[in-house]
């Protein structure tokens, strides 16, 4: 990139409850403005049902929140700043698949649709589709082809098909009016360039190969004869999906001219194709070969990039797939995670504090303000008490034990099906002691990750942490260190995958040549590091041992 003239280009992160749009300076990374807007549809609730797994996502929810966190970032710069804008790429959660008519509109977009849930985006951690994806996997298992061999082997209730295939069958009206299917990832860049057309919409490598089975071999998407035995419902629709898949440093296009006013951003503003958070964030993050990139919240995306010539004929069960290009471009991405993480502390502290915030809400003691102000802090300080308080515990190898899948089992062998569990309880068993045995659990199913990644002869030599947590969870984080037996470094930029999608926009703009350039260029490094202790890390092999034996007892005895 020359250094006599200043660009700059922007990153839209999308995630489960908020927009973040970061304006970066494309010469060193520098985080030049950035705004957050939650979305008020989701947050309102209206179109979920946690008790039956259902996670609907209104597309104006995405519209507004693009428009007003870009004008918003834009407004804090000094004047003219937005016609520095060379670049604009996005991350979104995945697989976020909606269904869109001829015109590429989300339904939920169209007269008689605005509020049917089935015709609006389903987020990745709906569940709905549990059914759908055994069948998919019964299906793939007695085909010819496994289908599944490039997404480790099973297929998830959490990605495209099984998702489709469950609105479908649930919604005649959507099924009658449903003539493709897009991806948030896709939709978002095709509607700014006004290519939104299904059948010619660009689509993003990342999605399609993680989440839709697309993979070369096969010529794009499984064959049509594949979907139609597990359902004719699925008939044509492999026909008006996609057969090509871009990686995401090509550009989708320029923004229209609406858009470009919309945003307050140049015409020319280039607009690149479009991927999951978890893998740009892993592009933000500065990943290289063999260092596992782990994007840690709510739950973790587990990032992993090798040479093509090293690891592409291996094919690795128990991941979330294999792709050529889906991180960086030239290099087979892999993809792991756990469906819960933080969800489990939240739930956790949410399962203390919520009959005490009842009892809060009717006494007859406090003043509506004081109620107000005790309940926030009460759920603000629960988890940061617990942290602190079960840090002073030893490891206590027959203690509490606890199974970490409050949300089912992504990696290995995505399972959404499997529960959690805690054990070891006895009357002496308190909140601190329990919440400690959450957090070593979630560790343990991070060091499953790594286990399944080297058992199948893939090393691992280093692991990279981003996200919330690595920002704000010593705890969580030692504990970590400590299990993987491995020294955890932590991201310096709050907002890696944002990051991440701003150097793919100063790629697709043609700032760089190539992904590489982008990162040693743009990277902001690393803040801290988290080693193990050895002799925490020797004990906690005894308690791992107990962990995978309950793990075992409970797939096989209880689900």
Not at 73 to 94: C, E, F, H, M
Not at 219 to 234: K, V
Not at 249 to 259: F, S
Not at 468 to 497: N, Y
Request: net charge neutral; with cysteine.
């Amino acid at each position: 990139m020359p250094a006599s003239k200043k660009a700059y280009v922007i990153g839209v992160d999308y995630g489960t409850d908020s927009v973040r749009s970061v304006v970066v300076d494309a010469a060193n990374g520098r985080e030049m403005s950035s705004a957050v807007h939650p979305y008020a549809l989701w947050k309102s609730g209206r179109y979920c049902d946690p008790a039956r797994n259902r996670f609907r996502q209104h597309p104006l929810d995405y519209i507004e929140g693009l428009e007003k966190s870009v004008r918003r970032a834009l407004a804090r710069l000094p004047k003219n700043a937005a016609a520095l804008v060379r670049g604009l790429s996005v991350d979104t959660t995945g697989s976020t698949p909606c269904a869109v008519d001829e015109n590429g509109m989300p339904l939920a977009m169209t007269k008689g649709f605005e509020k049917n849930p089935n015709a609006m985006f389903v987020l990745w951690k709906d569940h709905t589709a549990v059914q759908e994806a055994e069948e998919i996997n019964a299906a793939a298992r007695s085909w010819s082809v496994d289908y599944t061999q490039y997404v480790g082997g099973v297929y998830s209730s959490e990605w495209f098909w099984a998702k489709i295939l469950h609105v479908l069958r649930e919604d005649p009206s959507v099924r009658k009016q449903a003539f493709s299917w897009v991806e948030h990832c896709d939709w978002i860049p095709a509607l700014i360039t006004g290519a939104v057309d299904p059948l010619v919409m660009k689509r993003s490598r990342c999605a399609a190969g993680h989440k839709a089975m697309w993979h070369e071999a096969y010529e794009g998407l499984p064959e049509e004869a594949f979907f139609t035995s597990i359902d004719p419902l699925l008939a044509g629709m492999r026909a008006r999906l996609f057969r090509s898949t871009e990686t995401s440093d090509q550009a989708v296009g320029h923004l229209t001219p609406e858009w470009a006013k919309r945003l307050g951003l140049p015409p020319e503003t280039v607009v690149g194709v479009g991927a999951f958070d978890a893998h740009m964030g892993a592009v933000g993050a500065e990943i290289e070969p063999y260092v596992l990139s782990k994007v840690m919240g709510t739950s973790t995306c587990d990032m992993l990039v090798a040479p093509l010539n090293e690891i592409g004929g291996k094919l690795i069960r128990g991941i979330c797939g294999q792709v050529d290009g889906s991180i960086i471009p030239g290099m087979l991405g892999m993809e792991a995670g756990q469906s819960a993480f933080g969800d489990v502390y939240a739930w956790f502290s949410s399962l203390l504090t919520g009959s005490v915030e009842t009892l809060i809400a009717g006494s007859r003691l406090l003043g509506a303000k004081a109620k107000k102000a005790l309940s926030g802090q009460l759920s603000e300080k629960m988890v940061p008490e617990l942290s602190r308080q079960a840090a002073k515990l030893p490891i206590d190898e027959n203690g509490v034990l606890a199974l970490d899948w409050m949300n089912g089992r992504r990696t290995p062998y995505a399972n959404q099906a499997l529960k959690g569990a805690v054990t070891g309880l006895n009357l002496g068993s308190n909140a601190p002691k329990v919440f400690r045995a959450l957090v070593e659990a979630t560790a343990f199913g991070a060091k499953k990750i790594v286990d399944r990644f080297t058992e199948e002869g893939v090393p691992i030599r280093g692991v990279i942490a981003l996200g919330g947590i690595p920002k704000k969870s010593p705890f969580v984080m030692q504990a970590t260190a400590d299990v993987l037996d491995t020294t955890l470094r932590v991201a310096r930029s709050e907002q890696a995958c944002a990051l991440g999608a701003a150097m793919f926009a100063a790629v697709a703009a043609g700032l760089y040549p190539n992904v590489e350039q982008a990162q040693k260029a743009m990277g902001n490094g690393f803040e801290k590091e988290y080693r193990p202790d050895p002799v925490r890390a020797r004990r906690y092999k005894a308690v791992y041992e107990k962990y995978s034996k309950l793990a075992g007892f409970v797939e096989k005895e209880l689900t």
